[in-house]
Protein backbone atom coordinates (compact mmCIF):
# COMPACT_ATOMS: atom_id res chain seq x y z
CA UNK A 1 0.00 0.00 0.00
CA UNK A 2 1.31 3.58 -0.74
CA UNK A 3 1.92 5.96 1.80
CA UNK A 4 -0.43 8.50 2.49
CA UNK A 5 -0.22 11.96 4.00
CA UNK A 6 -1.38 13.40 7.40
CA UNK A 7 -4.87 13.77 8.38
CA UNK A 8 -6.18 17.19 7.16
CA UNK A 9 -7.23 18.96 10.22
CA UNK A 10 -8.94 21.84 8.81
CA UNK A 11 -6.43 24.85 8.13
CA UNK A 12 -6.83 28.25 6.79
CA UNK A 13 -10.20 29.82 6.71
CA UNK A 14 -11.39 28.98 3.12
CA UNK A 15 -9.62 25.36 2.85
CA UNK A 16 -12.27 23.00 1.58
CA UNK A 17 -11.12 19.69 3.41
CA UNK A 18 -13.17 18.10 5.84
CA UNK A 19 -11.73 17.96 9.13
CA UNK A 20 -10.66 14.38 9.84
CA UNK A 21 -10.00 13.36 6.45
CA UNK A 22 -6.91 11.47 5.16
CA UNK A 23 -6.04 11.98 1.40
CA UNK A 24 -2.96 9.75 -0.49
CA UNK A 25 -0.08 11.49 -0.64
CA UNK A 26 -0.22 10.37 -4.43
CA UNK A 27 -2.92 10.47 -6.44
CA UNK A 28 -2.34 8.42 -10.23
CA UNK A 29 -4.83 9.50 -12.70
CA UNK A 30 -5.09 7.68 -15.78
CA UNK A 31 -6.90 8.82 -18.82
CA UNK A 32 -7.13 8.36 -22.50
CA UNK A 33 -3.78 10.04 -24.24
CA UNK A 34 -5.55 12.41 -26.54
CA UNK A 35 -5.26 16.29 -26.53
CA UNK A 36 -8.50 16.57 -25.04
CA UNK A 37 -8.63 13.85 -22.17
CA UNK A 38 -5.12 15.18 -21.15
CA UNK A 39 -7.09 18.19 -20.96
CA UNK A 40 -9.68 17.05 -19.11
CA UNK A 41 -7.00 15.53 -16.63
CA UNK A 42 -6.00 18.99 -15.73
CA UNK A 43 -8.89 20.35 -14.92
CA UNK A 44 -9.54 17.56 -12.50
CA UNK A 45 -5.23 17.90 -11.17
CA UNK A 46 -6.35 21.59 -10.50
CA UNK A 47 -9.53 21.03 -8.54
CA UNK A 48 -7.59 18.01 -6.30
CA UNK A 49 -4.60 20.54 -5.50
CA UNK A 50 -6.68 23.59 -4.66
CA UNK A 51 -8.71 21.21 -2.59
CA UNK A 52 -6.23 19.66 -1.27
CA UNK A 53 -2.85 21.65 -1.31
CA UNK A 54 -0.26 19.05 -0.33
CA UNK A 55 -1.40 16.61 -2.55
CA UNK A 56 0.43 15.44 -5.74
CA UNK A 57 -0.79 13.80 -9.06
CA UNK A 58 0.89 11.66 -11.56
CA UNK A 59 -0.88 11.56 -14.86
CA UNK A 60 -0.73 7.72 -16.42
CA UNK A 61 -1.68 8.23 -19.99
CA UNK A 62 -3.10 5.35 -22.47
CA UNK A 63 -3.87 4.68 -26.02
CA UNK A 64 -7.69 3.46 -26.24
CA UNK A 65 -8.60 0.97 -29.38
CA UNK A 66 -11.07 3.70 -30.02
CA UNK A 67 -8.28 6.33 -30.36
CA UNK A 68 -6.55 3.53 -32.55
CA UNK A 69 -9.04 2.37 -34.56
CA UNK A 70 -11.04 5.04 -36.80
CA UNK A 71 -13.45 2.67 -38.46
CA UNK A 72 -16.97 1.98 -37.34
CA UNK A 73 -16.97 1.86 -33.27
CA UNK A 74 -19.12 -1.04 -34.02
CA UNK A 75 -16.81 -3.28 -35.06
CA UNK A 76 -14.65 -2.69 -31.68
CA UNK A 77 -16.94 -3.58 -28.87
CA UNK A 78 -18.37 0.09 -29.83
CA UNK A 79 -18.64 2.69 -26.91
CA UNK A 80 -16.49 0.63 -24.83
CA UNK A 81 -13.33 0.60 -27.12
CA UNK A 82 -12.73 4.15 -25.32
CA UNK A 83 -13.01 2.67 -21.62
CA UNK A 84 -11.55 -0.64 -21.83
CA UNK A 85 -7.84 0.37 -21.03
CA UNK A 86 -7.96 2.99 -18.68
CA UNK A 87 -10.67 0.59 -16.59
CA UNK A 88 -7.45 -2.37 -17.28
CA UNK A 89 -5.06 0.03 -15.68
CA UNK A 90 -7.22 1.19 -12.86
CA UNK A 91 -7.99 -2.66 -12.17
CA UNK A 92 -4.59 -4.12 -12.17
CA UNK A 93 -3.44 -1.11 -9.51
CA UNK A 94 -1.47 1.15 -12.09
CA UNK A 95 -3.24 3.94 -11.23
CA UNK A 96 -5.97 5.33 -8.65
CA UNK A 97 -8.16 7.10 -10.10
CA UNK A 98 -10.08 7.22 -13.88
CA UNK A 99 -11.01 10.20 -16.05
CA UNK A 100 -13.82 9.78 -18.63
CA UNK A 101 -16.45 11.50 -20.40
CA UNK A 102 -19.84 10.17 -19.66
CA UNK A 103 -20.91 9.91 -23.07
CA UNK A 104 -17.83 7.95 -23.62
CA UNK A 105 -18.58 4.93 -21.05
CA UNK A 106 -21.13 2.06 -21.93
CA UNK A 107 -24.94 2.20 -19.94
CA UNK A 108 -26.11 -0.49 -20.96
CA UNK A 109 -24.08 -2.85 -19.21
CA UNK A 110 -22.67 -2.01 -15.14
CA UNK A 111 -18.87 -0.75 -14.82
CA UNK A 112 -16.22 -2.91 -14.23
CA UNK A 113 -16.76 -4.86 -11.37
CA UNK A 114 -14.44 -3.60 -8.05
CA UNK A 115 -15.12 0.09 -9.64
CA UNK A 116 -17.06 2.52 -8.76
CA UNK A 117 -18.37 6.51 -9.92
CA UNK A 118 -16.88 8.50 -7.03
CA UNK A 119 -18.25 12.07 -8.34
CA UNK A 120 -19.19 13.98 -11.61
CA UNK A 121 -17.68 17.39 -12.11
CA UNK A 122 -19.92 19.86 -12.62
CA UNK A 123 -21.57 20.08 -15.85
CA UNK A 124 -20.08 22.07 -19.42
CA UNK A 125 -21.97 22.76 -22.35
CA UNK A 126 -24.29 20.12 -23.46
CA UNK A 127 -24.77 21.55 -26.74
CA UNK A 128 -22.92 20.59 -29.98
CA UNK A 129 -21.55 23.17 -32.34
CA UNK A 130 -21.28 23.79 -36.69
CA UNK A 131 -17.85 24.62 -37.81
CA UNK A 132 -17.45 26.29 -40.89
CA UNK A 133 -13.96 27.93 -42.14
CA UNK A 134 -16.81 30.68 -43.92
CA UNK A 135 -18.43 30.80 -40.62
CA UNK A 136 -22.06 29.85 -42.49
CA UNK A 137 -24.35 28.55 -39.97
CA UNK A 138 -26.10 25.48 -40.28
CA UNK A 139 -29.21 26.26 -42.12
CA UNK A 140 -26.99 28.34 -44.44
CA UNK A 141 -24.71 25.85 -45.78
CA UNK A 142 -25.27 25.09 -49.29
CA UNK A 143 -26.94 21.63 -50.68
CA UNK A 144 -24.44 18.91 -51.28
CA UNK A 145 -22.25 20.23 -47.97
CA UNK A 146 -19.80 17.78 -46.85
CA UNK A 147 -20.80 17.71 -43.06
CA UNK A 148 -18.03 15.30 -41.04
CA UNK A 149 -19.27 13.43 -38.59
CA UNK A 150 -19.63 9.68 -37.67
CA UNK A 151 -22.17 10.20 -34.79
CA UNK A 152 -25.19 8.39 -35.46
CA UNK A 153 -27.07 10.51 -33.16
CA UNK A 154 -25.75 13.86 -35.30
CA UNK A 155 -26.64 11.71 -38.70
CA UNK A 156 -29.97 10.60 -37.77
CA UNK A 157 -30.67 14.41 -36.96
CA UNK A 158 -29.02 16.05 -39.83
CA UNK A 159 -31.04 13.85 -42.44
CA UNK A 160 -34.52 14.87 -40.88
CA UNK A 161 -33.69 18.37 -40.44
CA UNK A 162 -31.29 18.94 -43.11
CA UNK A 163 -31.83 16.04 -46.09
CA UNK A 164 -30.04 18.34 -48.92
CA UNK A 165 -26.21 18.09 -46.54
CA UNK A 166 -24.38 14.96 -47.15
CA UNK A 167 -22.62 13.25 -43.63
CA UNK A 168 -19.23 11.71 -44.58
CA UNK A 169 -17.83 9.72 -41.97
CA UNK A 170 -14.82 11.55 -39.31
CA UNK A 171 -13.21 9.91 -37.07
CA UNK A 172 -10.27 10.75 -34.55
CA UNK A 173 -10.02 13.51 -31.57
CA UNK A 174 -10.80 16.90 -32.33
CA UNK A 175 -7.72 18.26 -33.42
CA UNK A 176 -7.07 15.78 -36.10
CA UNK A 177 -10.82 16.42 -37.21
CA UNK A 178 -10.03 20.23 -37.51
CA UNK A 179 -7.06 19.21 -39.50
CA UNK A 180 -8.75 16.94 -41.77
CA UNK A 181 -11.38 19.77 -42.35
CA UNK A 182 -8.39 22.14 -43.27
CA UNK A 183 -7.06 19.05 -45.81
CA UNK A 184 -10.77 19.78 -47.80
CA UNK A 185 -11.75 15.93 -46.53
CA UNK A 186 -15.37 17.38 -45.64
CA UNK A 187 -16.74 21.32 -45.60
CA UNK A 188 -18.07 21.72 -42.49
CA UNK A 189 -17.75 20.00 -38.84
CA UNK A 190 -20.02 19.03 -35.92
CA UNK A 191 -18.30 19.18 -32.66
CA UNK A 192 -19.19 19.25 -28.85
CA UNK A 193 -18.94 22.58 -27.37
CA UNK A 194 -18.03 21.21 -24.11
CA UNK A 195 -15.06 19.63 -26.36
CA UNK A 196 -13.80 22.12 -28.27
CA UNK A 197 -13.69 24.80 -24.84
CA UNK A 198 -11.69 22.03 -23.16
CA UNK A 199 -8.93 22.34 -26.17
CA UNK A 200 -8.95 25.88 -26.44
CA UNK A 201 -10.61 26.42 -30.21
CA UNK A 202 -14.30 27.98 -29.26
CA UNK A 203 -12.41 30.34 -32.18
CA UNK A 204 -13.22 27.69 -34.58
CA UNK A 205 -17.28 27.82 -33.83
CA UNK A 206 -19.40 29.39 -36.37
CA UNK A 207 -22.79 28.34 -35.24
CA UNK A 208 -23.32 26.86 -31.28
CA UNK A 209 -26.88 24.63 -32.01
CA UNK A 210 -29.82 24.37 -29.55
CA UNK A 211 -30.26 20.94 -27.54
CA UNK A 212 -33.97 21.64 -29.52
CA UNK A 213 -31.61 21.64 -33.38
CA UNK A 214 -29.70 18.74 -31.91
CA UNK A 215 -30.15 17.09 -28.97
CA UNK A 216 -26.96 15.84 -27.47
CA UNK A 217 -25.81 12.40 -25.85
CA UNK A 218 -26.56 11.13 -22.87
CA UNK A 219 -23.99 12.58 -20.72
CA UNK A 220 -22.84 15.46 -22.91
CA UNK A 221 -20.35 17.55 -20.55
CA UNK A 222 -20.13 15.65 -17.66
CA UNK A 223 -16.71 14.32 -16.68
CA UNK A 224 -16.94 11.29 -14.30
CA UNK A 225 -14.40 9.83 -11.71
CA UNK A 226 -13.90 6.89 -11.40
CA UNK A 227 -12.07 4.51 -8.35
CA UNK A 228 -11.48 1.42 -7.09
CA UNK A 229 -14.76 0.24 -5.01
CA UNK A 230 -12.03 -0.30 -2.26
CA UNK A 231 -10.36 2.86 -1.65
CA UNK A 232 -12.78 4.41 0.61
CA UNK A 233 -10.26 6.76 1.14
CA UNK A 234 -9.53 8.32 -2.09
CA UNK A 235 -13.27 7.80 -2.89
CA UNK A 236 -13.93 10.06 0.14
CA UNK A 237 -11.26 12.60 -1.03
CA UNK A 238 -12.41 12.91 -4.43
CA UNK A 239 -16.58 12.78 -4.06
CA UNK A 240 -16.23 16.33 -2.26
CA UNK A 241 -15.24 17.21 -6.10
CA UNK A 242 -18.69 15.83 -7.36
CA UNK A 243 -21.86 18.35 -8.49
CA UNK A 244 -25.17 17.62 -6.58
CA UNK A 245 -27.23 18.69 -9.66
CA UNK A 246 -24.61 17.00 -12.43
CA UNK A 247 -24.76 13.96 -10.40
CA UNK A 248 -28.55 13.81 -10.62
CA UNK A 249 -28.85 14.57 -14.14
CA UNK A 250 -26.04 11.61 -14.85
CA UNK A 251 -28.09 8.99 -12.51
CA UNK A 252 -31.15 9.91 -14.55
CA UNK A 253 -29.80 10.18 -17.82
CA UNK A 254 -27.88 6.57 -17.72
CA UNK A 255 -30.22 4.52 -15.84
CA UNK A 256 -32.57 5.54 -19.14
CA UNK A 257 -29.49 4.06 -21.17
CA UNK A 258 -29.56 1.02 -19.51
CA UNK A 259 -33.16 0.47 -19.59
CA UNK A 260 -33.31 0.73 -23.04
CA UNK A 261 -30.00 -1.40 -23.89
CA UNK A 262 -29.29 1.07 -26.60
CA UNK A 263 -25.74 -0.15 -28.56
CA UNK A 264 -23.50 2.16 -30.43
CA UNK A 265 -25.42 2.65 -33.39
CA UNK A 266 -28.80 3.39 -31.75
CA UNK A 267 -29.57 7.26 -32.85
CA UNK A 268 -30.67 7.77 -28.93
CA UNK A 269 -30.42 11.47 -27.85
CA UNK A 270 -31.43 13.37 -24.49
CA UNK A 271 -30.43 15.40 -21.32
CA UNK A 272 -31.57 15.79 -17.93
CA UNK A 273 -31.77 19.22 -16.50
CA UNK A 274 -32.46 20.63 -12.72
CA UNK A 275 -33.54 23.53 -12.80
CA UNK A 276 -33.40 27.26 -10.87
CA UNK A 277 -36.43 25.53 -7.98
CA UNK A 278 -33.60 22.48 -8.05
CA UNK A 279 -36.65 20.64 -9.88
CA UNK A 280 -34.95 17.60 -12.54
CA UNK A 281 -36.47 16.01 -15.93
CA UNK A 282 -35.55 14.19 -18.57
CA UNK A 283 -36.24 14.48 -22.29
CA UNK A 284 -35.31 11.87 -24.61
CA UNK A 285 -35.53 10.63 -28.11
CA UNK A 286 -34.73 7.49 -30.36
CA UNK A 287 -34.21 8.46 -34.10
CA UNK A 288 -34.56 5.66 -37.03
CA UNK A 289 -30.81 6.10 -38.60
CA UNK A 290 -32.75 8.04 -41.39
CA UNK A 291 -34.17 10.65 -39.01
CA UNK A 292 -37.71 10.01 -40.79
CA UNK A 293 -38.69 8.22 -37.32
CA UNK A 294 -38.56 10.11 -33.95
CA UNK A 295 -39.54 8.93 -30.71
CA UNK A 296 -40.14 11.58 -28.28
CA UNK A 297 -40.34 11.64 -24.42
CA UNK A 298 -40.49 14.68 -21.70
CA UNK A 299 -40.93 13.98 -18.04
CA UNK A 300 -40.55 15.53 -14.65
CA UNK A 301 -39.53 13.93 -11.65
CA UNK A 302 -41.52 14.66 -8.99
CA UNK A 303 -40.89 12.89 -6.21
CA UNK A 304 -39.05 10.40 -8.46
CA UNK A 305 -35.48 9.77 -7.79
CA UNK A 306 -33.43 10.51 -10.68
CA UNK A 307 -33.01 6.53 -11.80
CA UNK A 308 -36.45 6.09 -11.41
CA UNK A 309 -36.99 9.39 -13.59
CA UNK A 310 -34.30 7.36 -16.25
CA UNK A 311 -36.49 4.04 -15.94
CA UNK A 312 -40.10 5.65 -16.26
CA UNK A 313 -38.84 8.01 -19.95
CA UNK A 314 -37.25 4.73 -21.21
CA UNK A 315 -40.74 2.93 -20.57
CA UNK A 316 -42.60 5.41 -22.61
CA UNK A 317 -40.31 5.28 -25.78
CA UNK A 318 -40.62 1.80 -25.31
CA UNK A 319 -44.29 1.90 -25.46
CA UNK A 320 -44.04 4.13 -28.13
CA UNK A 321 -41.93 1.33 -30.17
CA UNK A 322 -37.84 1.86 -29.17
CA UNK A 323 -37.44 -1.52 -28.79
CA UNK A 324 -38.37 -2.31 -32.45
CA UNK A 325 -36.60 0.60 -33.98
CA UNK A 326 -33.09 -0.30 -31.43
CA UNK A 327 -32.89 -3.85 -32.35
CA UNK A 328 -33.84 -3.51 -35.91
CA UNK A 329 -30.33 -1.54 -36.54
CA UNK A 330 -27.46 -3.53 -37.12
CA UNK A 331 -24.50 -3.69 -34.80
Known amino acids: MRP ?68 DLSLVEGKGAFTKEVDAALLAGAADLAVHCVKDVPADRPLPAGTTFAAFLKRDDIRDALVHPGGLTLDELPAGTRVGTSSVRRVAQLAATHPELECVPFRGNANRRLAKLAAGEADALLLAVAGLERIGRRDVISEVLSPEAMMPPIGAG ?15 AVSALGDPDTHREATAERMFLHVLQGHCNSPIAGFARVDRGGELSLRACVFT ?43
Not at 222 to 236: G, K, N, P, V, Y
Not at 303 to 310: K, Q, S
Not at 323 to 330: A, V
Open 4 to 71: HGPVLQGGTSGSHYRVGMSVPELIRIVSRDSPMALAQVERVRAELTDRYPGVRTEVVPVRTTGDKWLG
Open 222 to 236: ILALQCREDDSELID
Open 289 to 331: PDGKTRLNAHEWAGRLDPATLGTSVAVALLREGAREIIDGIPH
